[in-house]
């Protein structure tokens, strides 16, 4: 005997069978034990979920010969003619490749005669939505007043082309794609049963490759046999599929996290060499991004049995939320411009020297206030020469300086030998020396010192910013002051209850309001400034007002 595909061979014949549609089987099977039967149904969803296999199975439930019944025989004559693909009362139309107004009238005269041997004539139309306008036009009149003996079950993937005057005669059902879990879960089943040898690490890949269409699932698993010599091994489906295991995406995550770009190129070269499919590693990147999101929120989502739930868990608690985050949306993005980048390698590659550009090392730095250059004009209003105020030294502003080149991995505490180092008592000036990511960062300008000593700091930050005190962004903090001084140090913040007035971010807008009033008292006195005034009759504008125009 011919070898019969899995995917014909394991097609379900009863509503008990199918795999993931409860919704769809739990009404389908109320109206046919009620007799409550529609004259038409249609059957919409993603290529591969089952819905010309709904649509056989409710053919059999009405012309069963033990009645109308939701859980068909499948013995009788009727039922194993429609599972062969022979029963003269069952049609089965192409829409695809019968898109005609001839092919539809041939189907529609011949409804109006009675069935030859079953209880009712059943037309199947399968992509229905590929009928022409007029082949629609024709059917409508039939859908409206059917013969009794008629049923309508049409099929499309996409109802939002089908006419609004079919669909509302239609009995609508939406089958849902299949979770990679109900899948494997299946593909266990048929491997058991087909006595075929299988390492379960390799069902998952199958699983999400199919996309949520058990039918492409099991056709990847067809071809997964083959390819395997009849052993169905996680390796040889990674090879078969040009994806990557769980593992290499984990040296990503981990590599981005300690900041070794040259690390992270070589993991890029390595999946070139191994032929891996960039657009399915992106894919895999976001899918274990997002549950890693998801334990941060619920900790207890993932089930025991999950694999690799300690390391998930693990990466969970060393990435920021907001990066975890940010990075979902790279991998997204970069997914999408994968077909603009000059290569998929060079598109992966910079997806991921943007995760690693964009992961928390050391605030913006801070735009100077550009003047703009003088224009004279016929109006009462001037704009200012451009006057470059005298540089601020750091006694006037606490500098923000950029942290460590990317790719500089996070000094090792114990490895430092540098001797130790005391505290004078000028925090803005300490925070402008230590090497910190953006979100510690952003606490330690808005911390004002209220108290040191020798081993601990105690400071305080308004309410406004308390939600940077995550224990995350405190713990970075301490670490980089230990690496500072060289010695244990203890850190405590506390939120103020009054407002503070001493922060170093408060420090550095007030210098850079200082350097405005020096700016703007140096326009109104120059020489240029007076001569236009007089001229004209004019007045100075504020440069604040001009430059916020500018930018609204």
Not at 50 to 62: F, H
Not at 295 to 324: C, R, Y
Not at 462 to 477: N, R
Request: net charge negative; glycine share 4%.
């Amino acid at each position: 005997m011919a070898y019969q595909v899995l995917a014909r061979k394991w097609r379900p014949k009863t509503f008990t069978e199918l795999a993931g549609q409860a919704h769809v089987v739990r009404a389908l099977s109320n109206a046919l034990t009620q007799n409550r039967l529609h004259h038409a149904y249609l059957f919409t969803g993603t290529r591969g979920v089952g819905k010309t296999t709904v649509a056989r199975i409710l053919a059999k439930a009405l012309n069963c010969e033990t009645g109308i019944t939701a859980t068909p025989c499948g013995v009788c004559s009727a039922c194993t003619q429609i599972d062969a693909g022979r029963f003269v009362d069952l049609l089965e139309l192409d829409a695809a490749s019968n898109t005609g107004i001839d092919n539809m009238r041939e189907v529609l005269d011949n409804a109006q005669y009675a069935p030859t041997v079953g209880r009712y004539k059943v037309y199947i139309i399968d992509e229905v939505h590929m009928l022409s306008k007029a082949a629609f036009n024709s059917m409508l009149k039939t859908l409206e007043e059917p013969p009794e003996h008629v049923k309508f079950i049409l099929a499309t993937t996409d109802p939002q082309k089908i006419p609004i005057t079919v669909l509302s005669r239609c009995l609508q059902f939406n089958l849902k794609q299949m979770p990679p879990e109900l899948v494997g879960e299946h593909l266990t089943k048929v491997l058991t049963a087909e006595n075929v040898e299988f390492q379960p690490a390799a069902l998952p890949l199958i699983a999400r490759a199919a996309q949520g269409s058990m039918r492409d699932a099991l056709s990847l698993l067809d071809q997964a046999i083959a390819y395997g010599s009849g052993v169905v091994l996680a390796e040889t489906v990674q090879n078969m599929l040009g994806t990557l295991d769980q593992r290499y995406l984990f040296d990503i995550l981990y590599t981005l996290i300690n900041q070794d770009g040259v690390e992270l190129l070589k993991l890029a070269d390595n999946m070139a060499t191994r032929s891996i499919d960039f657009d399915i590693a992106l894919q895999d990147l976001a899918a274990l991004l997002q549950q890693i999101a998801l334990i941060q929120v619920v900790p207890n989502a993932l089930s025991e049995d999950t694999p690799d739930k300690d390391t998930l868990s693990d990466l969970a608690s060393k990435i920021p939320a907001q990066m975890v985050q940010l990075y979902y949306q790279i991998s997204l993005h970069g997914r999408r411009d994968l077909a603009l980048a000059p290569d998929e390698f060079a598109g992966f590659s910079m997806t991921l020297l943007r995760m690693l550009a964009f992961y928390p090392q050391t605030a913006p730095a801070v735009t100077p206030i550009a003047t703009p250059r003088p224009v004279i004009k016929p109006s009462a209003v001037i704009t200012p020469p451009t006057i470059t105020p005298a540089p601020v030294t750091a006694a006037t502003e606490p500098a923000i300086t950029q942290a460590a080149p990317v790719n500089q991995p996070v000094p090792n505490i114990s490895s430092v030998t540098t001797s130790t180092t005391a505290f004078d008592g000028n925090w803005s000036n300490l925070v402008s020396q230590l090497k910190l990511g953006a979100l510690a960062r952003m606490l330690a300008v808005q911390c004002e010192l209220t108290s040191y000593d020798d081993d601990s700091l105690q400071l305080s930050v308004s309410a406004e910013h308390k939600h940077l005190l995550d224990k995350p962004y405190h713990d970075k903090l301490r670490e980089s002051l230990v690496a500072h001084f060289n010695r244990p140090i203890k850190l405590n913040i506390s939120v103020a209850e009054t407002a503070i007035a001493n922060s170093p971010i408060q420090q550095q807008n007030e210098a850079r309001a200082e350097r405005q009033t020096q700016a703007d008292t140096s326009i109104s006195t120059h020489p240029f400034t007076i001569d236009a005034v007089n001229l004209l009759d004019a007045r100075v504008a504020n440069t604040q007002a001009i430059d916020q125009s500018t930018k609204e």
